[in-house]
């Protein structure tokens, strides 16, 4: 399913964030959004996710995101968040079942709790569905959202900074099951995401941004560049290619 962003722009409180702001995204590809802290990654999520309601237009396929409800949307498109704070006592199946909720509303069915069952165990998650989720680790506790985020059936997916606070085991591990259920799904994954090497290793599409709008985009080779980096960044970084990707090694960061 394709997603189509023309001319999007947002401001908080008269601060302008997003600016100018085209790009399509397709089926069965990952896309990293790359760029500083405030830079507007995160905003840029959350405004394909109707969280924030930008200027221009956002079209899955030929339907006006803006005119969809968010019942409708969210049938369409899953969203996983930094973090998840303060959960209430709820054991990962029913996490993970809140996610058919724009399907059925807040009655499941046994269809529902099989697709639940299906998703725990493509995740690896069987021996935790009835654990509380807040006695999970951070990586599992990932592992959960994606799961809810899955049993909306998505065709796109959004995450925000999914390896944030991972340690590099898990991010690993979250970055390859993300990868995975592209090539198994044929879904859409847009994420945003601080780690270059991350976003180089797994990305098909690079977004770099830059004082709100798209810098460059393409494929790890044309948009991590060191002349790229510094510009972006302020740091001097040499970019070797291992395994036919590019690998960023930071040197310092510019004084200019």
Sequence with gaps: MRLRIREMEFDYASRPVLRNI???????????ICGPNGVGKSTFIKCINRLLKPRGTIRLEKHDL?????????????YVPQRINNVFSITVFEMVLMGRRPHLG?????????????????????DYALT???RLSGGQQQKVIISRALAQEPD????????SNLDLRHQ????????????????????AVHDLNLASRYA???????????????????????????????????VREESGKPYIVPISYSRR
């Design 172 to 191: 690993l591990e979250v970055m390859e099951l993300i990868k995975d259920l592209v090539a198994e799904k044929g879904i859409s994954v847009i994420m």
């Design 106 to 126: 807040w009655n499941s069915g046994e269809s529902d709790r099989e697709k639940v069952t299906s998703i725990l165990k493509l995740m690896d998650l069987e």
């Design 66 to 78: 803006s005119k969809m409800s968010m019942r409708r949307v969210a049938k369409h498109i899953g």
């Design 156 to 163: 796109i997916l959004l995450l925000d900074e999914p390896t």
């Design 22 to 32: 085209h790009m399509d995204f397709c089926s069965g590809e990952i896309t990293a």
């Design 204 to 238: 098909d599409k690079i977004l770099m941004m830059k004082d709100g709008t798209i810098y460059r985009a393409g494929n790890s080779s044309d948009v991590l560049t060191e002349e790229g980096i510094l510009s972006v960044y302020g740091v001097v970084a040499v």
């Design 132 to 134: 509380d989720f807040n």
